[in-house]
């Protein structure tokens, strides 16, 4: 909701995640991982459930690729992954200000066609 270009603000929030958890691994402790998929396209977004458990949710087949997409993020040693579409809709100034690297195909469940996907270094 109001933003001027999501695509951006996705990628700028998926690093500033790693930023901090990579601050939080440094104070010591349980190493804590994750990993981020990202992926644009056509969603539904709202509100679901009853007035006692009220939850704002995202759903549709871009959710379920972003999903897909997190998941490889094990497969392939990355914490961040983006869609090809994601790429190509990134600014020039942000994707001139970051490192990318293009991965081999991968093919994931719910689709036909392979994926092609970048790690975001």
Do not use: W
Request: with cysteine; aromatic share 4%; proline share 1%.
């Amino acid at each position: 909701f109001g933003s001027k270009n999501h695509v951006d603000d996705a990628v700028r929030a998926a690093l500033g995640m790693r930023k901090k958890l990579a601050e939080l691994n440094a104070r010591g402790g349980a190493e804590i991982r994750f990993g981020v998929g990202l992926h644009t396209g056509t969603l539904v977004a709202g509100n679901i459930g009853t007035q006692k458990r009220l939850e704002y949710t995202v759903i549709g087949d871009t959710v379920n690729v972003a999903s897909r997409i997190e998941g490889q993020n094990k497969d392939l040693g990355s914490v961040i992954l983006i869609s090809e579409t994601v790429h190509e809709r990134l600014s020039p100034a942000l994707r001139s200000g970051i490192r990318s690297e293009r991965c081999d195909n991968v093919k994931v469940k719910g689709r036909e066609q392979a994926l092609v996907l970048y790690k975001v270094l």
